[in-house]
C-alpha cells in the first residue's frame, strides 16, 4: 500500500488516501460524519477501511464514547498485549507518582499546597501550554533566546517529554488529526487518547518516531542538551524541592503536582476531543471544552486551537478564559515577546459554522 496522505477538499472533509490517489472522502461533523465514522471504523474487514486506515490487527468491534457520537476501535488491546521493555518502565514510573499522592491527606501543610500551585503555574502555564506548546510547536510568538530555553525549561520540570520529543509528537497530531496516524485520537478509544498512546510506546514511536519535523530544534545545542540529559533534570527538581520543604514539598510540589498537570494535559487530546461544542468546522473532533479551558490555563478552547493552529490566543472571545494569552499578552507589553500571531476576523467568519436554516 502506498503512503498514506491528508488533505482538507472543503470545510469539515477530509481525505484519506494513498500516493495512487485511491482516496476515501471521510466527512465526520455531523450525523453524516458519524455515519462514516460507522462505515470506516466498524468495516475493520472491508477493503475501504482497509485503504483507509491501514491493516489493523485485532481491532475490537466499535462502541461509542460515553455520551458522545464517537465510535472509537482500538488497533488492539490496550492491557492484553505484548509490553515491552520501556512499556514497563513509563507505567511503572506513573504509577509509582500516583501512589506517592496517597501522602497528599498525611503531607499537607499550608507551605506545601503553596508549592503545589506555585509549581503547578510554572510548569503547567508557563512549562507546557506556553513554552512548549505555543512558542515550540506552533511559533506562535517568539521571544529572546534566554527567556525561551527559560520556559522550556520549565516545561521539562512537568515530566511530559524533553522539548524537541513533546514538539515534534504534538506537530504529528495536528498533521494527522483524528486519522489513524494520530498519536492519541478518541477514535481508538477515550483511555487511549488520554494516556494508552504513552504506555503503547510501539505503536506510538511509529507514529511519531521520526524527528525531522522539528530540525530547526535538533539544530540548537539547548534542545539536544535537554533530549540527552533530560532524567537529571527531573531528578534535580525531585532533590531540590525536597531540600527546600521536605517530604511535604516533594509530595505536594513533585508527586501531586506532576499528576494533576499530566492529567490537565492529557484530557485536552481526550476531553476535548469527545465533549464541548464546535464553533470552527476543522474536519477534526476538537471541541471547545469550557472547565478543560480554565484547567489548562486556555488549552482547553481547542476548536479555536485546531481552527487556528498558529494563534496565540486560544480563548478568542472575551469570556473565554485563556490564562496564557494573558501572559504572553504581559510579555508583548514588556517587549519580551514579538511576532505574535492571532486569526483576522475575515479568517475566523471563514471558518466558523453557518447557521442552519430554518
Same mark, same amino acid.
Given at each position: 500500500?502506498?503512503?498514506?496522505?491528508?488533505?482538507? *477538499?472543503?470545510?469539515?472533509?477530509?481525505?484519506?488516501?494513498?500516493?495512487?490517489?485511491?482516496?476515501?472522502?471521510?466527512?465526520?461533523?455531523?450525523?453524516?460524519?458519524?455515519?462514516?465514522?460507522?462505515?470506516?471504523?466498524?468495516?475493520?474487514?472491508?477493503?475501504?477501511?482497509?485503504?483507509?486506515?491501514?491493516?489493523?490487527?485485532?481491532?475490537?468491534?466499535?462502541?461509542?464514547?460515553?455520551?458522545?457520537?464517537? !465510535?472509537?476501535?482500538?488497533?488492539?488491546?490496550?492491557?492484553?498485549? @505484548?509490553?515491552?521493555?520501556?512499556?514497563?518502565? &513509563?507505567?511503572?514510573?506513573?504509577?509509582?507518582?500516583? !501512589?506517592?499522592?496517597?501522602?497528599?491527606?498525611?503531607? #499537607?501543610?499550608?507551605?506545601? +499546597?503553596?508549592?503545589?500551585?506555585?509549581?503547578? #503555574?510554572?510548569?503547567?502555564?508557563?512549562?507546557?501550554?506556553?513554552?512548549?506548546?505555543?512558542?515550540?510547536?506552533? @511559533?506562535? +510568538?517568539? *521571544?529572546? @533566546?534566554?527567556?525561551?530555553?527559560?520556559?522550556? &525549561?520549565?516545561?521539562?520540570?512537568?515530566?511530559?517529554?524533553?522539548?524537541?520529543?513533546?514538539?515534534?509528537?504534538?506537530?504529528?497530531?495536528?498533521?494527522?488529526?483524528? *486519522?489513524?496516524?494520530?498519536? =492519541?485520537?478518541? &477514535?481508538?478509544? #477515550?483511555?487511549?487518547?488520554?494516556?494508552?498512546?504513552?504506555?503503547?510506546?510501539?505503536?506510538?514511536?511509529?507514529?511519531?518516531?521520526?524527528?525531522?519535523?522539528?530540525?530547526?530544534?535538533?539544530?540548537?545545542?539547548? &534542545?539536544? +542538551?535537554?533530549?540527552?540529559?533530560?532524567?537529571?533534570?527531573?531528578?534535580?527538581?525531585?532533590?531540590?524541592?525536597?531540600?527546600?520543604?521536605?517530604?511535604?514539598?516533594?509530595?505536594?510540589?513533585?508527586?501531586?503536582?506532576?499528576?494533576?498537570?499530566?492529567?490537565?494535559?492529557?484530557?485536552?487530546?481526550?476531553?476535548? =476531543?469527545?465533549?464541548?461544542?464546535?464553533?470552527?468546522?476543522?474536519?477534526?473532533?476538537?471541541?471547545?471544552?469550557?472547565?478543560?479551558?480554565?484547567?489548562?490555563?486556555?488549552?482547553?478552547? =481547542?476548536?479555536?486551537? =485546531?481552527?487556528?493552529?498558529?494563534?496565540?490566543?486560544?480563548?478568542?472571545?472575551?469570556?473565554?478564559?485563556?490564562?496564557?494569552?494573558?501572559?504572553?499578552?504581559?510579555?508583548?507589553?514588556?517587549?519580551?515577546?514579538?511576532?505574535?500571531?492571532?486569526?483576522?476576523?475575515?479568517?475566523?467568519?471563514?471558518?466558523? +459554522?453557518?447557521?442552519?436554516?430554518?
Amino acid at each position: 500500500m502506498g503512503t498514506k496522505t491528508r488533505s482538507i *477538499t472543503a470545510p469539515g472533509v477530509i481525505e484519506l488516501g494513498d500516493e495512487n490517489n485511491d482516496a476515501v472522502v471521510w466527512k465526520r461533523l455531523g450525523q453524516e460524519g458519524v455515519d462514516k465514522a460507522v462505515e470506516l471504523w466498524s468495516s475493520v474487514n472491508s477493503e475501504a477501511a482497509a485503504a483507509a486506515k491501514g491493516a489493523w490487527a485485532g481491532v475490537k468491534p466499535a462502541h461509542k464514547v460515553f455520551l458522545s457520537d464517537i !465510535l472509537a476501535s482500538p488497533k488492539r488491546n490496550a492491557f492484553l498485549r @505484548k509490553w515491552i521493555p520501556t512499556d514497563i518502565t &513509563y507505567v511503572s514510573f506513573i504509577g509509582v507518582m500516583h !501512589l506517592g499522592c496517597l501522602l497528599a491527606p498525611f503531607t #499537607f501543610t499550608w507551605g506545601a +499546597f503553596k508549592c503545589f500551585l506555585a509549581m503547578y #503555574f510554572i510548569t503547567g502555564c508557563l512549562g507546557i501550554t506556553l513554552s512548549y506548546h505555543r512558542q515550540i510547536a506552533h @511559533k506562535s +510568538f517568539r *521571544t529572546p @533566546k534566554w527567556l525561551e530555553y527559560a520556559l522550556a &525549561y520549565c516545561g521539562a520540570l512537568a515530566m511530559q517529554g524533553d522539548p524537541l520529543e513533546w514538539a515534534s509528537s504534538h506537530r504529528y497530531h495536528h498533521q494527522h488529526c483524528d *486519522t489513524p496516524k494520530d498519536p =492519541h485520537t478518541p &477514535y481508538e478509544g #477515550f483511555w487511549w487518547s488520554h494516556a494508552g498512546w504513552l504506555l503503547d510506546n510501539e505503536a506510538t514511536i511509529e507514529r511519531v518516531g521520526d524527528r525531522s519535523n522539528a530540525q530547526e530544534l535538533a539544530a540548537q545545542p539547548f &534542545y539536544r +542538551f535537554m533530549e540527552k540529559t533530560y532524567i537529571w533534570h527531573i531528578a534535580a527538581s525531585a532533590a531540590v524541592l525536597f531540600a527546600l520543604g521536605g517530604l511535604p514539598w516533594l509530595v505536594w510540589g513533585f508527586c501531586v503536582r506532576t499528576v494533576w498537570v499530566w492529567h490537565i494535559t492529557w484530557a485536552v487530546n481526550s476531553v476535548a =476531543h469527545c465533549w464541548g461544542s464546535q464553533e470552527f468546522n476543522t474536519g477534526d473532533l476538537s471541541r471547545n471544552n469550557w472547565l478543560i479551558g480554565i484547567l489548562a490555563y486556555g488549552e482547553g478552547w =481547542h476548536n479555536n486551537h =485546531h481552527a487556528f493552529e498558529f494563534s496565540a490566543r486560544h480563548g478568542l472571545r472575551w469570556w473565554q478564559i485563556d490564562m496564557t494569552w494573558m501572559v504572553i499578552s504581559v510579555l508583548k507589553f514588556f517587549r519580551l515577546a514579538d511576532k505574535v500571531k492571532l486569526p483576522k476576523e475575515a479568517q475566523m467568519e471563514r471558518m466558523r +459554522f453557518q447557521p442552519t436554516q430554518a
